[in-house]
Nanobody, 127 residues
Framework: QVQLVESGGGSVQAGGSLRLSCAASGYIAGFSYWGWFRQVPGKEREGVATISRTSGKSAYADSVKGRFTISEANTKTTLDLQMNNLTPEDAAMYYC????????????????????WGQGTQVTVSS
């Protein structure tokens, strides 16, 4: 089992920045990809950013490319998401997620890839 705990959410004005972190514990060797999803009420949970724990390669949703950066600590137990130039459209509950899937090449994680979810952290962006 893997436990994921997010932190770093909060409120920010449009154009501002936030950094989310996800701490993994348990059988951390048991997943090969992890990343961030977000969800607003009434909409499906969508993938935001993904990173491969083996290659270090990453993938992003088009809506966040150039503004968000995903990174993994050298310890491989912490996953960060640096979010810059935030807009009200970025406001959502953000979830850390991990997958045991094996891909031929890096791609964004999908909901049905996910084996482990965190509890979420709220991001609010005011205009």
């Amino acid at each position: 089992q893997v436990q994921l705990v997010e932190s770093g959410g909060g409120s920010v004005q449009a154009g501002g920045s936030l950094r989310l972190s996800c701490a993994a514990s348990g059988y951390i060797a048991g997943f090969s990809y992890w990343g961030w999803f977000r969800q607003v009420p009434g909409k499906e949970r969508e993938g935001v950013a993904t990173i491969s724990r083996t290659s270090g390669k990453s993938a992003y949703a088009d809506s966040v490319k150039g503004r968000f950066t995903i990174s993994e600590a050298n310890t491989k137990t912490t996953l960060d998401l640096q979010m810059n130039n935030l807009t009200p459209e970025d406001a959502a509950m953000y979830y850390c997620a991990a997958s045991r899937a094996v891909f031929g090449s890096i791609r964004s994680l999908r909901r049905d890839d996910i084996n482990y979810w965190g509890q979420g952290t709220q991001v609010t962006v005011s205009s």
